[in-house]
């Protein structure tokens, strides 16, 4: 695990990397027993490096693959743990790559995410900087509206509000916040969040993240200036 973490950590980071760190944990998760509370971290940090290689698989390797088996690996870790945070959020954000992908997932993965997600809030609503909280709101923004899904403008704001209060300089709370402003027709307070988001980029994450970022607020910027 050491090992694998350390490959994880190199700058800059790359795909083939993390993939021997995923290797590695993987390893770690068939040598570690049950009853070890490493066992739990092991599977924790596999499900974490598997949704880092589906989020970042720009030549569609194995994105399904990789969603699927971060889905069994953060299950067995609450299986194991059924009050750690990591579990829940992890499955929940695998299930949203996997129903990408899967489009047969469709209503069911929604309502497996929201559970997750609320059950990871419930837990610790700081994890990875206001984790479950964004990923609520982005779950609400971004789903379909009823009878088909369970979109929902104002749980949106509701849960990105409180990530953004629970972590009011992460760029990724920001942004997903300015797009639900700019949805509900806030143009003034979105632009506010998009410049906030902008300032914050230098200083968080790595140059993967900021270039995912930067993109994001580039689009944000020309809604602002051209709206549909």
């Known amino acids: 695990m050491a090992r694998a973490d350390s490959l994880f950590n190199v700058v800059p980071k790359n795909y083939d990397n993390v993939a021997q760190s995923y290797l590695l944990a993987k ?23 598997a949704i880092w290689l589906a989020l970042n ?26 009050d750690g945070v990591e579990g829940y959020y992890f499955r929940a954000i695998a299930t949203g790559l996997f129903a990408e992908q899967n489009k ?36 609400y923004l971004r789903a379909p509206g009823p009878p088909v899904g369970i979109g929902s403008l104002r749980r949106a704001i509701e849960h990105l509000e409180k990530a953004l209060e629970l972590a009011p300089d992460y760029p990724e709370n920001l942004i997903f916040l300015a797009e639900a402003y700019l949805k509900s027709n806030r143009s003034e307070e979105a632009s506010e969040l998009i410049l906030r988001a902008q300032k914050s980029l230098s ?6 993240d900021q270039q995912k970022w930067q993109k994001q607020i580039d689009e944000l910027n020309a809604h602002l200036i051209s709206p549909p």
């Open 104 to 139: 047969a997932a469709g209503r069911a993965a929604m309502n497996e995410i929201r559970a997750d997600g609320e059950r990871a809030a419930a837990i610790d609503p700081n994890f990875d900087r206001a984790g479950p909280h964004r990923l609520l709101g982005a779950l």
């Open 27 to 49: 390893q770690a998760c068939d040598l570690i027993s049950d009853k070890s509370f490493l066992k739990y971290q092991a599977l924790s940090r596999a499900a974490f490096y």
């Open 57 to 82: 698989d720009r030549e569609r390797r194995d994105l399904l693959g990789h969603s699927s088996d971060a889905i069994h690996l953060s299950s067995e870790a609450i299986r194991l743990k059924q």
């Open 203 to 208: 200083a968080t994450g790595n140059l993967m």
